[in-house]
């Protein structure tokens, strides 16, 4: 849960975030019951725009309900009809095959490790790992550098162009980088499934 001590503190140590904190609802964070479907969402939603993002997950998760103890068995022609990629398909099996190890992250709060884990699976980069933690774990000095949204929004609001200026920025939110996060994309106005 956002409190009004993480903003005040973001709002003390960023003004440009102050204003975006004034202007936007408080976004909210959460732990998850179901890492597998999320890692399952987030790579439906690898470079994609939200608004797709949207559609195809709900097409998923309408199919997902009734087979998702068998998803390595779905069809070419069912994976089609969700629109999804043969690419993101593969993805999403390995994530299915690799389910135990997933759910068992619930134990660790230790990020690198949980980076570790994620990585080798083969279709989970840094971007869905950093959804991960913020969405799934509820970390809060997260800070996704691979979020071509988030990356836009600081360089409009904050007029830079560099990354390096980007995590300079950044750093002034830590401990509390994915709190900043979320008022940022709060402020696009976007619907990403938390």
């Given at each position: 849960m956002i409190t009004k001590n993480h903003r005040i503190f973001l709002s003390k140590a960023d003004k440009t975030l102050k204003k975006i904190i004034e202007d936007n609802k408080i976004p909210k964070i959460s732990k998850s019951q179901d890492f597998v479907l999320d890692l399952y969402k987030y790579i439906i939603f690898?470079?994609?725009?939200?608004?797709?993002?949207n559609s195809i997950f709900n097409r998923f998760i309408k199919y997902y309900k009734n087979n998702k103890d068998s998803i390595s068995g779905w069809n070419d022609s069912e994976w089609k009809s969700i629109g999804l990629s043969i690419q993101k398909k593969n993805y999403i099996e390995n994530i299915f095959f690799e389910k135990k190890d997933i759910y068992a992250l619930n134990k660790s709060n230790d990020i690198d490790y949980i980076r570790n884990q994620l990585i080798k699976i083969k279709g989970v980069g840094n971007w869905t790992i950093d959804m991960f933690l913020i969405f799934s774990k509820g970390e809060v000095n997260i800070f996704p550098k691979g979020d071509l949204a988030l990356i836009n929004v600081i360089k409009k609001k904050y007029q830079v162009d560099s990354m390096d200026q980007i995590l300079e920025?950044?750093?002034k939110w830590s401990p509390y980088k994915t709190i900043a996060t979320l008022y940022l994309w709060e402020s696009l106005e976007d619907d990403f499934p938390n």
């Open positions: 690898q470079q994609i725009s939200t608004k797709a993002g920025i950044a750093n």
